[in-house]
């Protein structure tokens, strides 16, 4: 069996963050998102992934290499332009090379046993199987219809209500997969649809399984669902203080402090908080909870909650930041004595704010 990461499109619904970078590269909890999806194909014991890259990958090469500081071959796929799952399946023929195989989206973060599901698909005999998860808003994702317990209908975005059961981003394949998908014609979103495909194998007679998840779900196509993420993550932190925490310092709940980070005398964490290396917590600054704060990054006096905080950031002012992705690089100052109810950023890498 092989792993097949998705981490193409141009992430519009994450602008400014993705102007400068992709978007599978964004921390959840101080990893990067796309790490998840690779660590879930590695527990499978995969050992050959091919990583789908769109026109922005910044980063992706850099962080994986060719796989083996991980112990596996990773295999690089251009899809220049997002053509949908089906596509990004079908240029990835010659490596899949007539195995079985797993479609990882690599912007969803789904909280389940993958080993145990693959060996499921393995042994069922089944066509194709997939990930499914009730959702409150089914219009935005591709969903399944069931009856007496099997898949009759998957459709794409459904305009109008069919099921609040929701694709996860997650499809176990077989090579029975490629000609079908070489039938398709782009829908009206101009993509090849991966549940068409799955569709016209069910209308074949072709078996298809699901599974419904046990544990959480979560698709990070926006701001909020990537510190709704980060926050999920956070639940499960346990505590590792491997940087200095100085008398004086409250500390409430679980934090993680990497090496080379002081957090100085005065200071406050409430947990869950995860803070990267080479960091600096200065006097009066409160931090957490469901915060992430990335490697050389200052907080300066401030207070941030439920936040994401990217590397080498300044946060030097006196101000309540909540519910924040603030980019690489970037610098928040104020002159203000006085602390406003909360402010909410969502700015990309490299900016100035002056409050």
Not at 174 to 187: A, D, G
Not at 232 to 248: A, H, R
Not at 256 to 280: K, L, M, N
Not at 300 to 322: H, M, Q, W
Request: with cysteine; hydrophobic share 40%.
């Amino acid at each position: 069996m092989k792993g097949l990461l998705l981490a193409g499109g141009h992430g519009t619904r994450l602008r400014p963050l993705t102007y400068t970078g992709n978007k599978h590269m964004l921390p959840i909890a101080n990893k990067p998102m796309l790490m998840y999806g690779f660590e879930h194909l590695r527990s499978v014991g995969i050992r050959e992934i091919g990583i789908v890259l769109g026109p922005l990958h910044e980063g992706i090469r850099e962080s994986f290499g060719d796989g083996s500081k991980f112990n596996v071959k990773i295999t690089y796929i251009d899809q220049p332009d997002p053509k949908g799952i089906a596509h990004a399946v079908l240029i990835s023929k010659k490596f899949l090379d007539g195995d079985s195989f797993i479609v990882y989206l690599g912007d969803n973060l789904l909280k389940e046993s993958i080993p145990r599901l693959a060996n499921e698909f393995q042994e069922s005999g089944a066509d194709a199987m997939v990930v499914v998860s009730k959702v409150k808003d089914p219009s935005r994702f591709g969903v399944v219809k069931i009856h007496s317990e099997k898949i009759v209908k998957l459709v794409e975005k459904p305009k109008q209500f069919l099921s609040d059961l929701a694709l996860t981003g997650v499809y176990f394949l077989r090579p029975s997969i490629f000609p079908v998908i070489e039938t398709l014609q782009p829908s009206w979103r101009n993509e090849l649809e991966i549940t068409e495909a799955i569709q016209t194998i069910l209308e074949g007679g072709g078996k298809v399984k699901y599974h419904t998840v046990s544990g959480w779900w979560k698709d990070t196509g926006r701001p909020e669902d990537i510190l709704e993420a980060n926050r999920l993550v956070l639940n499960d932190l346990k505590t590792s203080i491997k940087g200095k925490v100085e008398d004086g310092v409250t500390v409430s709940g679980n934090a993680e402090v990497a090496e080379g980070t002081v957090v100085r005398r005065g200071a406050s964490i409430r947990g869950p908080v995860t803070i990267g290396e080479d960091s600096e917590i200065g006097e009066d600054a409160c931090v957490g909870p469901f915060t992430s704060i990335g490697s050389r990054v200052k907080i300066l006096g401030a207070e941030i909650e439920n936040s994401i905080v990217l590397d080498g950031t300044i946060i030097d002012c006196k101000e309540r930041i909540v519910d924040s992705i603030i980019g690489k690089n970037s610098k928040i100052v104020s002159n203000l004595n006085s602390r406003p109810s909360g402010r909410r950023f969502v700015i990309g890498e490299s900016t100035f704010v002056s409050l």
